[in-house]
């Protein structure tokens, strides 16, 4: 289990955020809620990312912090995120990834 979490930074207009959310599911994600995706593995994000990569229609939604990548113009993220990769009915936690950039390219 993988879970993709979304924070918007940016204002995105409900188009914008409606075709990112049908792009998530179109690659594996299930919508839990507006900024809530599971995923079978943590791969399968992985995978989702290269496909709205490789895809071209979501570069405005990537940056990379030396102004690099595909869309070198932006340095700072449009959406934050993160990645909770397990949960253990033992003792009750989540195991958090805080680092992950899902639109860092």
Request: with cysteine.
């Amino acid at each position: 289990m993988a879970l993709l979490l979304l924070e918007y930074v940016d204002n995105f207009d409900d188009n914008q955020k409606a075709d990112l959310i049908a792009e998530l599911v179109r690659h594996g994600g299930t919508k839990l809620s507006p900024t809530v995706f599971h995923f079978a593995t943590m791969d399968d994000i992985f995978i989702a990312q290269h496909a709205m990569i490789k895809s071209g229609n979501f570069d405005h939604l990537f940056f990379h912090s030396r102004g690099l990548g595909i869309n070198g113009e932006r340095q700072n993220p449009t959406i934050r995120t993160k990645m909770l990769l397990s949960y253990s009915e033992t003792n009750g936690k989540y195991k958090l990834c805080q680092e992950f950039k899902f639109f860092h390219a």
